[in-house]
C-alpha cells in the first residue's frame, strides 16, 4: 500500500468502479471513498452522436459522460460537500466511439481494425459538489498500434484472458497490451482512464489537498 503523504480538507468519492483509477489514487496517496451509480452509456452516446456539433469533436461526450456518473453518485452519497470525482474514457477511430468489447470474438474484431493504425483515446473528468460542476478537464491521447498478424492477437488474448474485456481498447498499456504498440503521443496517466496531474492540481485548488 501506498504511504499517504497527502491530506484533504474535504471528503473525496470517486464515481467509478474502474480498479486502475482507484489504483492511481491510491498510489497518489489519496483517501477516498468509492461510489459507483449506473448511468445508461447508451443514451448518452446516442444523443450526442446525433447533435454532435462536428466531426472528431468528442470531448462533450467524454466530459458529460463523466459528469453523468459523477452527479449519480452525488445523489447516492449523503454527504453534500463531498468532492466527486466523475470520469470516462472514449476510444474513437474513424469517427466512431467503440464499446468495450461483449466478448473475445470482438475483442479480436476490434483489434484486427485497430493494428497497424493510429487511434484516440479521449478522457474526461469532472469535479462535482453539491450537485455542482467546479471543474473539468479533457484530454486526448494518439496511440499507434504494430502491425500485427492474426495468430499473434490470437496469442495475445489467449495470455491476457478476461481482462482485455475491461478495456475499451481490448489492451491495458501497463501490462501486457504494451507488445501492442509502436509509439504513443500523450499523457500516460490519461491511457489508464484518469488526467492524474491535472485532477491533483484542481484538487489542490478545490479540496483543500496538502502535504501532511
Partial sequence: MARQITDMSQ???LASGSAVRASLLRGAGLAFEITVSGVDEAAIK?????HK??????????????????????VANVDAAALVIGADQLLVLDDKVFDKPRDRAEAKHNLMLFQGRSHCLVGGVVLVQGGQTIWQHCETVTLKMRALS????????DAAGDEVLKSVGAY????????????IEGDYFSILGLPLLPLMAALRVHGGLHHV
Fill in 46 to 50: 446516442a444523443a450526442y452522436q446525433e
Fill in 172 to 183: 491495458q498499456l501497463e501490462g501486457l497490451g504494451a507488445h501492442l504498440f509502436e509509439a
Fill in 150 to 157: 492474426e495468430a499473434f492477437i490470437d496469442a495475445y488474448l
Fill in 53 to 74: 456539433p462536428d466531426s472528431g469533436a468528442y470531448d462533450g461526450l467524454a466530459l458529460a459522460l463523466a459528469e453523468a456518473k459523477a452527479q449519480q453518485a452525488v
Fill in 11 to 13: 471528503k473525496l468519492v
